[in-house]
T-cell receptor, first 113, second 114 residues
Framework: KAGVTQTPRYLIKTRGQQVTLSCSPI?????VSWYQQTPGQGLQFLFE???????NKGNFPGRFSGRQFSNSRSEMNVSTLELGDSALYLC????????????FGPGTRLTVT | AQKITQTQPGMFVQEKEAVTLDCTYD???????LFWYKQPSSGEMIFLIY????DQQNATEGRYSLNFQKARKSANLVISASQLGDSAMYFC???????????WGAGTKLIIKP
């Protein structure tokens, strides 16, 4: 069974631009969660989608948004990039309600200059 | 309030020794799960072990075991017979039934010495 895939793996953007990151969950998994990891703030929850609906959202500004498609693939978008958005963005998939375990992708390392 | 606390920012351990990584948590939800993840320098988060709040026995997965002390709200990871490849960041995380997100500790950087 293929694992969680994230594209692109690395990204360099400039301030003010917008970016879209993609995540394909493990086949059969309906839940996708996104996390931001920075040296200063550690790992922080962004949002979680289940069956195309956002179930939970972390404490991030509205510049951070996401969506999930009918095939469970998910995208997250960051608009008007700031230097502080430089981070490793991790996507995790799980089966959903009945399973606690989350399996992570390799992450997308975003650098904002 | 800090929900997950990992008090060891870094640890050095001799190869083949056992190592215990500490984790304490705080929740009022009676139903929750506790996780340990390993993050090598490559960045990928690797799932190691899971313990449910209602599980009667401590979880084990190969060389990994979780020392779950519910009354103390403690969920320490024990790695037996450490190997050089165990060098990585280790994160403790919790997921409450009432919440869909993982709440993370600050992590412990483990370095195995040959």
């Amino acid at each position: 069974k293929a694992g969680v895939t994230q594209t692109p793996r690395y990204l360099i953007k400039t301030r003010g631009q917008q970016v879209t990151l993609s995540c394909s969950p493990i086949s059969g998994h309906r839940s996708v969660s996104w996390y931001q990891q920075t040296p200063g703030q550690g790992l922080q929850f962004l949002f979680e989608y289940f069956s195309e609906t956002q179930r939970n959202k972390g404490n991030f500004p509205g510049r951070f948004s996401g969506r999930q498609f009918s095939n469970s693939r998910s995208e997250m978008n960051v608009s008007t990039l700031e230097l502080g958005d430089s981070a490793l963005y991790l996507c995790a998939s799980s089966q959903g309600d009945s399973s606690y375990e989350q399996y992570f992708g390799p992450g997308t390392r975003l650098t904002v200059t | 309030a800090q929900k997950i606390t990992q008090t060891q920012p870094g640890m050095f351990v001799q190869e083949k020794e056992a190592v215990t990584l500490d984790c304490t948590y705080d929740t009022s939800d009676p139903s929750y799960g506790l996780f340990w993840y390993k993050q090598p320098s490559s960045g990928e988060m690797i799932f190691l072990i899971y313990q449910g709040s209602y599980d009667q026995q401590n979880a084990t997965e190969g060389r990994y075991s979780l020392n779950f002390q519910k009354a103390r709200k403690s969920a320490n990871l024990v790695i037996s017979a450490s190997q050089l490849g165990d060098s990585a960041m280790y994160f403790c995380a919790m997921r409450e039934r009432s919440n869909y997100q993982l709440i993370w500790g600050a992590g412990t950087k483990l370095i195995i010495k040959p």
